[in-house]
């Protein structure tokens, strides 16, 4: 066994990370630079080369393998016949960067201020993923090999739902072959303690788009008789969802599955300083009534967010319109065991009842995803974290946010666990958005750690 | 009698009417190439100039007022001792002309297609009060002098509330001592046929502001737990009207007066092709149910109108934000007995103890108006609009839109009376805009039949 471990010898591998750091946040600037905006398809094609190269770089088998959409970049190193067999899913696309004057530094020109590296996408996802390849780059130079047999799997179009993911897994099933998947995305908790993750909310966007007469008209002169479709899609809203956070539509919860007794323990240990939270985040108060903790309705329980609504005036002072069209855009976080068929056709329905007249329009989804808490590589992924982090990571049934991972879970049966190295406060999804520089290094580390901890864990 | 009558010779001021239409419609367009837009301050104050210009070269004893906001155009003509003194009002701003893009011709440049005349403010107001003044001047011309005395009030600022016609009137309460008022806004039935009405509702008008985190945020990762502005707007107007058009806002209703029974024989007699509204409008409904009847609910019945609701995401696909601030904008159509400071107390009540975090800005206000029916000036200006147009007039007891009336009714206690010219698709307030060219004219040849028709009234 000894003899084994000799040569992932992780004090010298995290020495060598520590030796190259500012060449790895150089690396990781010229990446961020490339624009990759899935939503406009700014760039993509540009970056999956761009990975391309860096991967078959890598020594990994590589592969740019088309879609209906985006392609994906799929490497492979096979080094350890008998040791797991571990896919790192990324994905390099990026959220739009607008509001771009909210921006300190331009998007796709990475700054570093107070220990913090400010660019789109660096901690959604790129400045997580980049941190694996070089963990691989990292155990390759100290080690001439890996110490699990890898599967490098980066798509570009996360940020708009993942939508040819699951056709893409079900078509090359056999080339993903593999024991677990490790995904590096999301943030750490504001504590900064770090956290190992066993699941992904799901999620459901849609649009809503009401009309009323072919133009606007006077509020006053037609205001009583003709329908407002603002108002349409207030009290369509107002019916989805009550002001205490329930939602209301026939079946929702139908099946939601409550948590099991391991995730209500783990959830009753996980740390939330409540005033911190509002405090960083400028809230007079939290959405009210709090009926369920704090944790189980953020990441085991549904929720239906409007991400925008526009319709009618919007300038300066007052203008007395009745207005002709309006539009409401949603999504729906879902929990298992939702999915999205079901709940596309339940708030369908909903809307067909409630307001025939709205066009109700479906824009993708993704269903929940959970691996169960006993799952047998928990526990090296733990160690490997500890070793690196040197603390104890939060353990979180599952996290807010949505990810693709049911392609990992329920299409390939593979227990799938994540792993973020962003701050809480990384901003992804918004203006300023940022990782810490350790954070960056600490995550290249625990790259590491955990293949050389599922290695070692395979070892009888 | 006869002698007097001999004068004013109705058909002679037709003919002369006739005969000068081109340049009418000239100086008409001359006059609608001047913006005049109060909301933006453009032109107003040119166009004042412009008219006081006007009055003096039409013999008027002419003033421009100052008042806090734009100046009030006065003028006056004393021809007739111990015949009425009539208060002819108009305004000379317009509404915005946004959406420009939507304009077949640009407003500011007026463009005659298929008898019509395109311009922003050609019905509301300009094409209306100018066919007054040049009924004064074909009155001049063809006897010399006017059958009554006249007061030519026209302000700036009706399109943004009429902030100061309250304080103008009790001001000069001395320079505007008369029998009745007459103006001529908003549009005839959609027949043609014309109205005579009697009132208008009033107006609030007031925004919105909700506000969540100090930015946006990702829905997955924060929603369920972060309060949603665009959430709050919505569950706060719900609370206000529900889907039955029923504003549920705590003793909205109170003084809100029934018709009297000569209104409400007058409301039964007022014709309303629905069909034909719902195809000219493109509806596929009405706002429904429809619990009072049309002109009812239109005019003498309050309404509460979202003018416009903006918040979180608008460009194309979807983004998984959650937005951090909301704003709409709502008016409020008032009637009989309801006043602007009980509305806007009853509203803002409302808003504090639904929602305490959203912010209520008041804007601006207008309390209702009606004159009633039996009026002795009705009589005569029935007859003068029958011997203009050939044809009688509806009798309208109020009208849906919201002018200054009440400081003519209430502050001045004078009957007021709505003679409108403009034809029910002058699409006020939206783009093209629009007054029908023989609408024009006929609104010349009423303007000058009202004042002899109500000289004639006054003659024992």
Redo the contacts between chains.
């Keep these: 066994m000894t003899n084994q471990h000799s040569s992932f010898d992780l004090p010298v591998i995290f020495d060598y990370i520590e030796k190259n750091r500012s060449t790895f946040i150089e690396r990781l600037c010229n990446y961020l630079r490339q624009p990759s905006i899935s939503?406009h398809g700014l760039g993509i094609a540009e970056t999956g080369q761009y990975l391309s190269g860096w991967l078959t770089h890598l020594g990994l088998e590589t592969e740019l393998i088309p879609t209906a959409g985006w392609p994906v970049v799929l490497g492979r190193r096979n080094d350890a016949p008998g040791k797991p067999t571990v896919i790192l899913y990324g994905h390099y696309d990026v959220?739009?960067p607008?509001p771009l004057e909210a921006w300190v530094s331009p998007p796709f020109e990475p700054a570093i201020r107070d220990g913090r590296l400010y660019a789109r996408g660096v901690g959604d996802n790129k400045g997580q993923h980049s941190a694996q390849l070089f963990a691989l780059e990292s155990l390759l130079a100290c080690s001439g090999k890996l110490p699990c047999n890898v599967i490098v799997l980066l798509e570009g179009e996360e940020e708009?739902?993942s939508p040819n993911m699951p056709a893409f897994v079900s078509k090359h099933r056999d080339k993903l072959s593999a024991d677990l998947v490790i995904i590096s995305d999301?943030?750490v908790d504001v504590s900064g303690q770090s956290r190992l993750e066993f699941g992904v909310?799901g999620?459901v966007?849609f649009?809503l788009r009401a009309?009323?007469?072919?133009?606007?008209?006077?509020?006053?002169?037609?205001?009583?008789?003709?329908?407002?479709p603002?108002?349409t899609l207030?009290?369509l809203?107002?019916?989805m969802?009550?002001?205490k956070?329930g939602i209301t539509i026939d079946g929702f919860y139908d099946n939601v599955q409550q948590p099991t007794e391991l995730e209500n323990q783990a959830l009753a240990k996980l740390p939330v300083d409540v005033e911190a939270v509002k405090r960083d985040?400028?809230?007079?108060?939290?959405?009210?009534p709090?009926e369920r903790p704090?944790f189980d309705?953020?990441a085991l329980?549904p929720?239906l967010?409007?991400?925008?609504?526009?319709?009618?005036?919007?300038?300066?002072?007052?203008?007395?319109?009745?207005?002709h069209e309006?539009?409401a855009?949603c999504?729906i976080?879902l929990v298992e065991a939702q999915s999205v068929e079901e709940i596309f056709g339940k708030v369908e329905a909903h809307v067909k009842r409630f307001a025939p007249?709205v066009e109700f329009i479906r824009?993708?989804g993704m269903d929940p995803s959970k691996t169960p808490l006993d799952s047998p590589f928990a526990k090296p992924i733990w160690n490997a974290i500890v070793e690196a982090q040197g603390g104890e990571p939060q353990i979180v049934p599952a996290?807010?946010?949505?990810l693709p991972n049911y392609v990992f879970t329920k299409t390939l049966g593979l227990p799938t666990f994540l792993v973020p190295y962003a701050n809480a406060d990384e901003?992804?999804?918004?203006?300023n958005e940022n990782m810490e520089v350790e954070r960056f290094i600490m995550g290249i580390k625990t790259g590491a750690s955990m293949l050389v901890h599922l290695g070692r864990s395979a070892t009888n």
């Design positions: 939503a959220q739009p607008d708009v739902g999301g943030p909310r999620i966007s649009e009309r009323g007469a072919n133009k606007d008209l006077h509020s006053g002169n037609w205001g009583g008789v003709i329908p407002n603002l108002w207030v009290h809203l107002a019916s969802k009550n002001n956070g985040l400028g809230l007079i108060r939290f959405d009210e709090i704090f309705r953020l329980w929720t967010t409007i991400n925008g609504l526009h319709g009618g005036y919007g300038g300066q002072g007052s203008k007395t319109v009745l207005p309006a539009v855009k999504d976080r007249d824009q993708g996290m807010g946010g949505s901003a992804n999804h918004a203006p």
